[in-house]
């Protein structure tokens, strides 16, 4: 016969457990250019869509990786070595961008109006990726307090406790980071339209035709 499953311990007073949110996000750096061809293998954009005639899309490229980190302090209780109940007291938890930054393709006359523009659209897709990361904290702080108010673990031991309640914290946070991750896309997919395609491909004349050479001597 399995062993009598031990009966639940009664968990420690809760009290308000304190939910504490960090966001790191500095500003996106500007790196030195590379060419259109990398840029195309960095954004991972197929070779047929390539030669389809849609580089202009890709004369400049914005990366972003966001990480999250929580610390769990736990409250538990329990009769001598056997089992407790455990209860989070103080929640830590941090968003940041640990990439963040912007390239241009060398191909584009260095300093002038087509440059600008091309910098212009990229740092609209900066700002998206650093408003939703200000929303996901917001998202993080409601969804951890809400979490932290009913969540317990009855475990072995504190040790077991501790991960069972970082599990379930990891659990609990999954689909903020998803909205945050789905944000992104409709964020950007609203800048990356044909109009503004079809707008850069227009603007600086006059640097289009140098870009134009540069691009076919390659």
Known sequence: MPPPTPAPVACPPRGTPLVRVTISDP???????????A???LAD???????QGTVLHHLGLTL???EWRSEITVRSQGAGNGPVCGVPSEIRLSLLHAEHSIRLAREIPPRGCLAREVLAHERRHAE???????EAAEGLRATARAWAARAQA???NAGAAALQL????????????????????AGHDAIDTPQEYRRLGRVCPADQRRLSQRLRAH
């Not at 954009?45 to 030669?51: H, T």
């Not at 998206?128 to 200000?134: A, I, K, S």
């Open 39 to 41: 840029l195309r293998r």
């Open 27 to 37: 500003e996106p750096r500007v790196l030195n250019p590379v060419s259109a061809d």
């Open 154 to 156: 009855q475990a072995p």
């Open 128 to 134: 998206v990726n650093r408003r939703t990361l200000r």
């Open 64 to 66: 972003s990786r966001v």
């Open 45 to 51: 954009l197929p070779e047929e869509a390539y030669s």
């Open 166 to 185: 970082q599990e379930g914290l990891t659990e609990a946070v999954e689909p903020v980071l998803a909205r945050l991750r789905a944000a992104r896309e």
